[in-house]
């Protein structure tokens, strides 16, 4: 499987670990935090303080189509500290 197609496979996944590194650097005051190592590629995923918003955005309308409001409502609360 390729990197395209893990990332398509796991979009839930990913973007719930997106908003716990956003928690986390924002809990912690981080500017960058890698969160997520793929294998056999060793692909790793930070993310960067300038990134949060429309990591979050993209976030949130992930979670819209799939219904998923609670996970919206998370994105909107950390979007408004981000702001």
Known sequence: MDIIEFQHRNRQTIHELTIQAIKKCLDSDLDKLSFM?????NEVYVIRRPSFKESLTKAKSYFESVEMYEKCSECVELLKLID
């Open 37 to 41: 190592k793929i294998k056999p590629d």
